[in-house]
């Protein structure tokens, strides 16, 4: 998920931000810019970089498909166009006359 180690530096660059009378009550201000930073970050229900490439190939791999059943498609349309085309039409029979 997210690394503890990036909100642990954005937490420490809020926190020399912050103008030194809030500074000086140390590390309690730090912790609870981490831990609200945390939770922030949660809530946002973020993926992984890893994950995010991961699914970026899946995505790759499933449009690869498509394009070839679309094409795969395409050729048996028009097949299928070909052989009704080529196929003649019956003979048409003479109507019958019934004088019985």
Do not use: C, N, W, Y
């Not at 690394?3 to 420490?12: H, M, N, S, V, Y």
């Not at 912790?31 to 970089?49: A, E, F, G, N």
């Not at 699914?55 to 498509?66: A, D, S």
């Amino acid at each position: 998920m997210i690394d503890p180690k990036k909100i642990e530096q954005i937490a420490r660059q809020v926190h020399e931000s912050m103008p030194k009378g809030i500074r000086d009550f140390g590390e309690d201000v730090e912790k609870k810019i981490r831990q609200v930073l945390q939770s922030q970050l949660t809530r946002l229900d973020l993926i992984s970089r890893e994950e995010f490439d991961v699914q970026t190939q899946v995505l790759l791999r499933t449009r690869e498909k498509l394009a070839l059943l679309e094409q795969r498609l395409t050729d048996l349309e028009g097949r299928s166009q070909t052989t009704t085309t080529e196929v003649k039409p019956a003979p048409a029979i003479p109507p019958v006359d019934s004088q019985d």
